[in-house]
């Protein structure tokens, strides 16, 4: 009997020396990610809650200069390439593609996006809020010293056990919620790239 109980308390002790806190679980999840860098691409979902209009969802690829975003609302499918310098428009309700000069931003959605994954410690305070056998889900409230007044004030971040990569983040700015989902690293060439073979009956509107 004393054995068992000797097995039990080192088992539990050893739990304990192990335990991770949130700071140093979610840094393992920024460090996982930092691994990968702009030359990979990146890919991700995003969804948008807004009241009385309902969800949106898009699907965003990035590599380099060149990214493509796809949209599908009731049925009705919109794609958008760019190249840095040109865009492409698809609409599937018309089946025409718009052609135009590229409208300077200085990051493209995914990437500016993916930054709220990053210094998540610094400017929030962060605890465990449920644990599965897959899964950490943190609760993160924006600190008092946080010097970013626009940054959402909760936050819900989900980090997968064994990769310690995100599962999603979401946060909600004014009435709508919105929720980065289903990050991959690893975009091709030909995922951000339009082809006009692949759309042979289309309508081409040249606006350039």
């Not at 806190?21 to 691409?41: F, L, N, V, Y």
């Not at 718009?98 to 409208?103: A, D, L, P, T, V």
């Not at 991959?184 to 073979?197: I, L, W």
Request: hydrophobic share 35%; aromatic share 8%; charged share 30%.
């Amino acid at each position: 009997m004393k054995k068992l109980l000797s097995i039990i308390a080192f088992i539990a002790f050893a739990g304990v020396a192990i335990a991770q806190t949130p700071e140093e679980i979610i840094s393992r999840m920024e460090a996982e990610m930092a691994k990968h860098d702009e030359k990979e691409g990146l890919a991700m979902t995003m969804d948008m809650k807004i009241p009385i209009l309902g969800t949106f969802s898009s699907r965003t690829y990035t590599l380099g200069d060149k990214y493509r975003i796809e949209i599908t609302e009731d049925g009705k499918q919109s794609i958008t390439w760019s190249d840095g310098q040109t865009d492409w428009n698809y609409d599937s309700e018309k089946n025409e593609i718009e052609i135009k000069k590229h409208e300077v931003k200085e990051k493209t959605e995914t990437e500016g996006d993916a930054k709220m994954f990053s210094g998540i410690t610094d400017g929030y305070d962060v605890k465990l809020d449920k644990e599965t056998s897959d899964s950490w889900q943190f609760l993160c409230k924006r600190s008092k010293s946080n010097p970013d007044k626009d940054a959402p004030k909760k936050m819900t971040l989900i980090v997968a056990k064994g990769t310690y990569m995100p599962i999603s983040l979401s946060a909600k700015v004014s009435a709508i919620t919105i929720t980065m989902r289903d990050l991959s690293y690893g975009v091709t060439e030909e995922q951000v790239t339009f082809n006009p073979k692949n759309y042979p009956t289309a309508t081409i509107v040249d606006k350039r």
